[in-house]
């Protein structure tokens, strides 16, 4: 019924920037908070930043500063502006969104499929 689908993930420098994208798709009635999470390598996934509907944003401690969360509600996208990367943000990049679809009475959580982001020289 809903899919997420990101794109944006690549491999880039220290210091360097990516921007990531994700957009929601199907029989969406409403989307609440949007969100980016991560998992390294032998790590739990973290969450990274979220955004909701209304625009409040919230960021792990170690990307405050750097990442900037922002989402296109017309698009149902969210976005993730990743700028001065460093090594330890290499990880696989997933988005969630909390959505209510059509004659659904409750929304629910779902998840895009990952996108790789690695910071490597």
């Known amino acids: 019924q809903v899919q997420l689908v990101e794109s944006g993930g690549d491999l880039v420098q220290p210091g360097g920037s990516l921007r990531l994208s994700c957009a929601a798709s199907g029989s969406i009635l409403i989307i609440d908070a949007m969100g980016w999470y991560r998992r390294a390598p032998g790590k739990q996934r973290e969450l990274v930043a979220t955004?909701?509907?209304?625009?409040?944003?919230r960021y792990a401690d170690s990307v405050k500063g750097r990442f900037i969360i922002s989402r296109d509600n017309a698009k149902n996208t969210v976005y993730l502006q990743m700028n001065d990367l460093k090594p330890e943000d290499t990880a696989v990049y997933s988005c969630n969104a909390l959505i209510t679809v059509i004659r659904a009475t409750a929304p629910r959580p779902y998840w895009g499929q990952g996108t790789q982001v690695t910071v490597s020289s």
């Open positions: 955004i909701t509907s209304g625009g409040i944003t």
